[in-house]
């Protein structure tokens, strides 16, 4: 029967300052392919090139990636910066009806770091471009050396930075069997005011929004601040996340051949 089909949003990026191309983190496939067991489909995040109904009727679910580019501001009435550039309004024009799409036929999806971000602003939610400069949270950007520069080891990079409570009895705490957990950190952005169907289920130490899930969702609609994707094969925190997102891709692909052959 063959394992499902999860599609996997990809990212502008120019190489060598001249070829265009859709990019796609190989730790991102890996996580689905080797945890979620299913089969990774890399899809252009521009809608000139994506027709999210075509999509659909491909896939059994979806990963909204994180990525170097923010959501642009005017998606949630804020005056675009500078200083918080770069935006990536292909990718939002994509991800933000995708988004809303898949939840309103039950396909499962999972949101990462910009992903997370994206599912708030698809349900009407604010982001902050910059958390640290809220007064009282901590620096939740990735390690960097004393001259600046991003540190050269992945392991301190992608390393364990702070706690994230749980909501008690939430999906989360179910899939996880636990109410507090030790996550990575890698970004600027984040969760100001959260969307209409858009519930809060983790928080860090410093009160920023970790974890959600999308209210009234058909099936697996989470998803999460930290870069679950780096690591699922040995932490058991992101493993369980991706296992919970395979199972309801399966799920998905189980229903949809029911109602094929029933047709």
């Known amino acids: 029967m063959g394992r499902p089909v999860v599609g996997i949003i990809g990212n502008s990026h120019r190489i060598e300052n001249r070829f265009l191309v859709q990019a796609v983190g190989e730790r991102n496939m890996a996580a689905v392919a080797e945890v979620a067991n299913a089969l990774p489909l890399v899809f ?24 170097r580019a923010n959501v642009h501001p005017r998606h949630f009435n804020t005056e675009p910066n500078a200083k918080h550039e770069p935006y990536d309004e292909d990718r939002d024009a994509v991800a933000l009806p995708l988004v809303q799409a898949c ?32 007064p009282g949270r901590m620096n939740h950007r990735m390690p960097r ?62 009160s920023t929004v970790e974890a959600i899930r999308i209210e009234g969702a058909k099936a697996f609609a989470l998803g999460v601040q930290w870069h679950a994707e780096y690591d699922p094969q040995v932490n058991p925190i992101n493993r369980a996340l991706f296992e919970a997102f395979g199972e309801a891709v399966r799920a998905f692909r189980a229903g949809r051949r029911g109602m094929r052959g029933a047709a």
């Open 145 to 206: 050396l004393e001259n600046g520069e991003i540190h050269p080891d992945p392991t301190v990079v992608f390393a364990d930075r702070h706690e994230v409570t749980l909501t008690k009895d939430g999906d989360f705490a179910r899939i996880l069997g636990r109410d507090r957990i030790r996550v990575n950190s890698l970004h600027g952005q984040g969760i100001l005011d959260p969307g209409s169907r858009v519930l809060i289920e983790g928080t860090a130490e410093d």
């Open 103 to 134: 939840v309103a036929e039950g396909v499962p999806i999972f949101g990462i770091c910009r992903g997370f971000q994206e599912m708030n602003v698809a349900y009407g939610g604010s982001l902050h471009p910059e958390i640290r400069e809220i």
């Open 44 to 67: 252009s995040g521009d809608p000139k090139l994506t027709d999210i109904r075509e999509l659909l009727d491909v896939v059994d679910g979806v990963v909204l990636t994180g990525a």
